[in-house]
């Protein structure tokens, strides 16, 4: 028998209404569905963390996701909906630059961030540490700093378009007569008529450019602020400017005309800025111990800094002398050692107990002949300082030559004499902070990445192209049994999206090598040009995926010990000072917020209380943070 199409339709929704109201094969695929999140859960890559958490964690926990959707609402305003949001409405998760003032000023998140115990920060370029302001401030005392500029600078343009620089000077051997404000000033002109006294650079400029300082006032304040310390210095208009030229702003970075190659021009003409400020004697002195206060400021309790060590010296405070690489790796230690001392003397050692360690760094770009004297380089001050040196890195941007793999005979030869003379020097190469993914060339099989893993890389800095190569995943991949430890990425996030790598962290691909099973740490590799610190990058990852939690936060920050080059005592060590503090810091999570959630709700109207900045509660709050820091 033959069914018009109409009588077939009209069987057809019967047959639906039917199964709807029966609920066929739902308890089938609800099985199904709980199977797949028990095995997601089990599969997680902070599942271990989460197992092993406290109630006071799961607590802390819950606290903190209940914040998260409360700031998405409120602070953000991100309510699905037809309306236009008001204009200054931002995304959460969206341009840092663009949220850091609201982060900083509104977040109870980021005010949690602040207190995390961070465990360490294994990718942070040396220079890096401190704030630019605390660089000149440092400057201002010393009688042979100079400063020069590519042009003179007669007008705002000028001010727009100079490139400077600074450095110590034997002031016998410089004209006191430079003025790089005068028409005639040449700045590719030999040493002597181009650098001109940092002290007297501020007077003229401050005359000259007078109107910059009413302008600046309007302005909204320039951040200089030392990680997430609400601690400021006061710039005179000449310092402001050199500010501007030393970090990388807002305009700048998300210009919709910027690109990959004019952001990475703008951040080596700011790293070139500042370079002059700290490769001096007088300043490599005091930079240690500060750097040092300032990781403890922001719960590092331990770091492994990469100087370029290219160049050979630094100048003497006259400018007279030289102090080689050799000389320069005696003062850390005795820097180290010194800071130490008056830690244990507070009894505070446990703050940052194992002081710092060297990445010996040297361009990608140098040629192979360079590279084998950079290398030896490297092997003697590793026998000099074995304590001090704890790797070798190549870096500069991988979309420019050369690829790692450029200089793998010297580098093999190089990790055979560290085997045959018992020296522990991994390779901590950059890798994958791309997103060409050809070495500088314009061959795919010329990736970073390859060679890394060929040369027996511990541990690769950024990683952000690994998920193009399923076969190299695995070689990242932290086995199951746990019977070898993987590669670790060092994830620097921020860096990542101000040097236009992503628009934002919900961009970036952290979830998706976390979930594939890559260790990973958090870290800040520039954090004085991109105005971030270690609370920002863990504040970051978490309004950037709804699955990271305090657990996530957690093992991110004890793969960061694990993944280091201490000892295996001293990893044991950290871990344990770690574990002890975690715990402290969820304990203080649940008394200061305890009051605002309830069974994963927050309390609307409290939340508003605590929120309200100057208010009685927000006083208290602050102040209830600011005892568990004493």
């Given amino acids: 028998m033959k069914y018009s199409a109409a009588s077939h339709a009209q069987n057809a929704k019967k047959s639906f209404d039917i199964s709807l109201d029966r609920k066929d094969g ?186 910059r300082d009413q302008q600046s006032q309007q302005d909204e304040e320039v951040d200089i602020r030392l990680c997430a310390v609400p601690e400021e210095w006061e710039l005179d208009i000449a310092e402001s400017w050199i500010m501007e030229k030393m970090t990388l702003n807002e305009r700048e970075v998300y210009d919709p005309a910027q690109t990959v190659n004019g952001v990475w021009a703008r951040f080596n003409q700011a790293t070139r800025c500042f370079k002059g400020l700290l490769n001096n004697e007088s300043a490599y002195r005091w930079y240690i111990g500060k750097a040092i206060d300032s990781l403890i400021q922001d719960k590092v309790m331990y770091a492994e800094l990469r100087p370029m060590l290219l160049d050979k010296w630094i100048p003497t405070n006259d400018g007279k002398g030289r102090l080689n690489n050799t000389q320069q790796m005696q003062i850390i230690v005795e820097s180290v050692a010194a800071k130490k001392v008056a830690l244990r003397e507070r009894n505070a050692l446990d703050k940052f107990p194992f002081g710092l360690k060297i990445i010996y760094c040297t361009p990608r770009s140098i040629s192979k002949k360079r590279m084998r004297e950079e290398l030896k380089d490297c092997l003697d001050l590793k026998c000099r ?144 040009l991109f105005s971030n610190s270690m609370s920002h990058e863990f504040y970051q990852v978490l309004v950037g995926d709804p699955l990271m939690s305090i657990h996530g936060w957690k093992q991110l920050s004890r793969w960061s010990l694990e993944y280091s080059c201490l000892s295996p005592e001293d990893k044991n060590s950290g871990l344990k000072i770690h574990s002890k503090s975690w715990e402290e810091f969820c304990r203080r999570v649940v008394e200061i917020y305890g009051g605002l959630v309830k069974d994963g709700h927050i309390n609307r109207a409290e939340a508003r209380n605590r929120y309200a900045i100057g208010s009685k509660a927000w006083i208290d709050e602050d102040n209830q943070w600011n005892r568990s820091r004493d």
């Fill in 385 to 528: 300082f074995p304590d001090l040196i704890c790797g070798f890195d190549l870096v500069g941007a991988e979309d420019r030559p050369n690829h790692i793999g450029y200089y793998r005979d010297e580098l093999v030869a190089f990790r055979k004499v560290c085997e045959q003379h018992g020296l522990d020097i991994p390779f901590l190469f950059h890798a994958g902070e791309t997103l060409l993914d050809t070495g500088g060339s314009k061959c795919p099989s010329n990736s970073n990445l390859f060679d890394a893993v060929a040369l027996g890389a511990k541990r690769v800095g950024h990683g952000y192209s690994l998920l193009k190569h399923s076969q190299l995943v695995k070689k990242f991949k932290l086995p199951k049994a746990r019977d070898g430890p993987g590669i670790c990425i060092e994830l620097c996030p921020i860096s990542n999206e101000l040097l236009h790598l992503c628009r934002n962290i919900r961009e970036h691909p952290y979830t998706s090598l976390l979930a594939a099973g890559v260790p990973c740490t958090l870290n800040t590799d520039n954090q004085n």
């Fill in 26 to 211: 739902i308890k089938v695929i609800e099985k199904c569905r709980k199977k797949l999140l028990r095995a997601e859960e089990r599969a997680r890559w902070d599942h271990e963390a989460f197992e092993c958490a406290s109630e006071t964690e799961k607590e802390a926990d819950s606290i903190m996701r209940a914040l998260r959707v409360y700031e998405n609402e409120e602070i953000f305003c991100n309510l699905p909906g037809e309306t236009l949001p008001p204009k200054d409405s931002r995304d959460m998760g969206g341009k840092f630059l663009a949220n850091k003032g609201l982060i900083e000023k509104l977040s109870k998140l980021f005010r949690i961030a602040m207190e995390l115990p961070k465990g360490a920060v294994l990718h942070l370029h040396f220079n890096a540490v401190i704030s630019p302001a605390r660089l000149l401030e440092q400057a201002r005392g010393m009688e042979n700093m100079y400063i020069k500029s590519t042009i003179p600078l007669l007008c705002e343009d000028d001010l727009e378009a100079a490139e400077i620089v600074f450095g110590v000077q034997d002031a016998t051997k410089i004209r006191r007569d430079v003025n790089i404000f005068a028409k005639t000033y040449d700045g590719t002109k030999n040493e002597e008529h181009v650098w001109m006294k940092l002290s007297k650079f501020r007077r003229e400029f401050k005359k000259l450019f007078a109107a």
